[in-house]
């Protein structure tokens, strides 16, 4: 890790042959370790739990199942929630990611500040707005929240991937923010500037 987090990070080469596995295969894509994959390595059933929920939410397709939502949907969810939440890490990382996707090397930012006025259209705009009353207000979420949603053409299974990614990520912001985890270097210049070949 970059900076100092509060629980030492594990050596990857003590850690269980499947967790070591998946992290170098995400080392080999990204071409770096993002922290997070150290960092809950400390608890290996907990990283496994952690990271079977995460893959079926954020690509549902290794679950057995098709989503509504597109990938930079998706990480749009977590980038605005994440904001919301005031987490560091989570903002930054996925920020990168939702860049990549989208292709737009602004929206990251627009939709952490306030989603309302990003340069996104207005179905993207409606998901925020319901993921961002689940993050803040989920109490309150009532019938009138689904039938905005289903105006823009999201289904009942839509708000269902919309709120568990919201929720999921409200775990994340929450161990990342807790226990000091900081973005990796990288992670900043992702999507905003071409790739060096």
Same mark, same amino acid.
């Given at each position: 890790?970059?900076?100092a987090t509060r629980y030492p990070l594990p050596d990857l080469n003590t850690l269980p042959d499947d967790l070591k596995a998946k992290i170098l295969e995400v080392q080999e894509k990204a071409g770096f370790v993002p922290n997070v994959f150290l960092a809950l390595a400390r608890r290996? /059933?907990?990283?496994?739990?952690?990271?079977?929920?995460?893959? /079926? =939410?954020?690509?549902?397709?290794?679950? %057995?199942?098709?989503? %509504?939502?597109?990938?930079?949907?998706?990480?749009?969810?977590?980038?605005?929630?994440?904001?919301? $939440?005031?987490?560091?890490?989570?903002?930054?990382?996925?920020?990168?990611?939702?860049?990549?996707?989208? !292709?737009?090397? =602004?929206?990251?930012?627009?939709?952490?500040? $306030?989603?309302?006025?990003?340069?996104?259209?207005?179905?993207?705009?409606?998901?925020?707005?319901?993921?961002?009353?689940?993050?803040?207000?989920?109490?309150?979420?009532?019938?009138?929240?689904?039938?905005? =949603?289903?105006?823009?053409?999201? $289904?009942?299974?839509?708000?269902?991937?919309?709120?568990?990614?919201?929720?999921?990520? %409200?775990?994340?912001?929450?161990?990342?923010?807790?226990?000091?985890?900081?973005? $990796?270097?990288?992670?900043?210049?992702?999507?905003?500037?071409? !790739?060096?070949?």
């Open positions: 890790m970059t900076d290996p /059933a907990e990283w496994r739990a952690f990271f079977a929920y995460h893959d /079926a =939410l954020m690509t549902p397709e290794t679950a %057995g199942r098709s989503s %509504g939502l597109t990938k930079g949907e998706r990480e749009m969810i977590v980038t605005a929630t994440s904001a919301a $939440n005031h987490c560091l890490y989570c903002v930054v990382a996925h920020g990168a990611i939702l860049r990549i996707y989208e !292709k737009k090397p =602004l929206v990251a930012d627009q939709v952490a500040v $306030n989603h309302r006025k990003a340069d996104i259209p207005p179905r993207q705009r409606a998901m925020l707005d319901f993921a961002m009353k689940v993050c803040l207000a989920s109490h309150e979420i009532d019938d009138a929240d689904f039938e905005a =949603l289903a105006a823009h053409g999201f $289904n009942d299974e839509d708000a269902w991937d919309i709120a568990a990614i919201t929720a999921f990520f %409200g775990l994340s912001n929450r161990m990342a923010s807790f226990s000091g985890m900081m973005p $990796n270097p990288e992670f900043y210049l992702m999507g905003r500037v071409p !790739k060096q070949k």
